[in-house]
């Protein structure tokens, strides 16, 4: 099954205790992305990969970091969590130029906590 | 750059009463349309797109959307809700020739019986 999966789907952590959100896409897409989602504000992007060892900032990068060292994984990285980066993550990929539509396929998303 | 505004934070409607949520884009450059679902504790589906061509765009779950490009709409419509209509919807836009995504605040769609 075509499918983007994030790990864990519920974290709870302390303030400044390095965390790690794995995703995952089994689709060959060459384009993934990390938003936030917070209430009123919609989703909001905070990295994307173009390719391969090809990332760059979204419009809320600060206090996160991300790598692409395979094709099919984009773990998103908050080295000193803080209680602002409490939200609801969801990692989505798409194909490259002319496939689909561009159309996002999202994964279930993880709720974050940072107490 | 481009950003979308969704008119309406909460649309309560009725079971089999038609609905309208509202969507408002700003763009210096031709974009393309979508309108995700968000259902409860789930991630984002899309439900239709707009990439060219005609105007009205018909989705999944009975829902269609049609662009304004004079009115830089793009308003999601349903002639008769059910139950399992009740989600968050998101509309969102990007440029032509780009990856990124621009998404609106979110409707939360509320179907009473």
């Known amino acids: 099954e075509a499918q983007v999966t994030q790990n864990p789907r519920y974290l709870i952590t302390v303030t400044g205790k390095k965390l790690t959100v794995t995703c995952s896409q089994n689709?060959?897409?060459?384009?993934m992305s990390w938003y936030r989602q917070d209430p009123g504000l919609g989703l909001r992007q905070i990295y994307y990969s173009m390719n391969v060892e090809v990332t760059d900032k979204g419009d809320v990068p600060e206090g996160y970091k991300v790598s692409r060292k395979e094709k099919r994984n984009f773990p998103l990285i908050l080295e000193s969590p803080s209680p602002n980066q409490t939200s609801l993550y969801f990692c989505?990929?798409?194909?490259?130029?002319?496939?689909?539509?561009?159309?996002?396929?999202f994964g279930p998303g993880t709720r974050l906590t940072v107490l | 750059a481009q950003s979308v505004t969704q008119l309406d934070s909460q649309v309560p409607v009725f079971e089999e009463a038609p609905v309208e949520l509202r969507c408002n884009y700003s763009?210096?450059?031709?974009?393309?349309l979508f309108w995700y679902v968000q259902y409860p504790n789930q991630g984002l589906q899309l439900l239709l797109k707009?990439?060219?061509?005609?105007?009205l765009v018909k989705g999944i779950n009975g829902f269609e959307a049609e662009f304004n490009k004079s009115q830089t709409s793009f308003h999601l419509r349903k002639p008769s809700v059910h139950i399992s209509d009740t989600a968050e919807y998101f509309c969102a836009v990007s440029a032509v020739g780009a990856q990124k995504l621009v998404f609106g605040q979110g409707t939360r769609l509320t179907i009473n019986p």
């Open positions: 989505a990929s798409s194909p490259a130029r002319g496939g689909r539509g561009r159309e996002q396929f």
């Open positions: 763009s210096s450059v031709s974009v393309y």
């Open positions: 689709m060959n897409h060459e384009y």
């Open positions: 707009y990439l060219s061509g005609s105007t």
